[in-house]
């Protein structure tokens, strides 16, 4: 079982940037994919981005091209997603997700451990 704790959301201004923090504990999680969904409320989850193992990266909203940044950090278990230029159409709730998969996976299926989510809210 690999346990995910996301962090960083909260309320941001048009135009301005938040960092998101994923931390996992239980089992090994340097060999998982890891990427990050969000849901906007009446809406299903939207793939937003994701990172193997090894540091592969693929972003998935062309609403959000160019303002996002996802990294990890094996040796400390987290998984990072920097968005800037923030918009209120980015309102959402962001969740993280795991996958036992080392390959990266861009749909919710794909994942197989999933966080609580953290809430950000952009005002215009």
């Known amino acids: 079982q690999v346990q995910l704790v996301e962090s960083g959301g909260g309320l941001a201004q048009a135009g301005g940037s938040l960092r998101l923090s994923c931390a996992a504990s239980?089992?090994?999680?340097?060999?998982?994919?890891v990427g990050w969904f969000r849901q906007a409320p009446g809406k299903e989850h939207e793939f937003v981005a994701a990172?193997?193992?090894?540091?592969?990266?693929?972003y998935g909203l062309d609403s959000m091209e160019g303002r996002l940044f996802i990294s990890r950090d094996n040796a400390k278990n987290t998984v990072t997603l920097r968005m800037n230029n923030l918009k209120p159409e980015d309102t959402a709730v962001y969740y993280c997700?795991?996958?036992?998969?080392?390959?990266?996976?861009?749909?919710?299926?794909?994942?197989?451990?999933w966080g609580q989510g953290t809430q950000v809210t952009v005002s215009s």
């Open positions: 997700a795991a996958s036992e998969s080392e390959g990266i996976r861009t749909i919710a299926a794909g994942y197989d451990y």
């Open positions: 239980g089992r090994a999680f340097s060999r998982h994919s």
């Open positions: 990172i193997s193992w090894i540091g592969g990266r693929i």
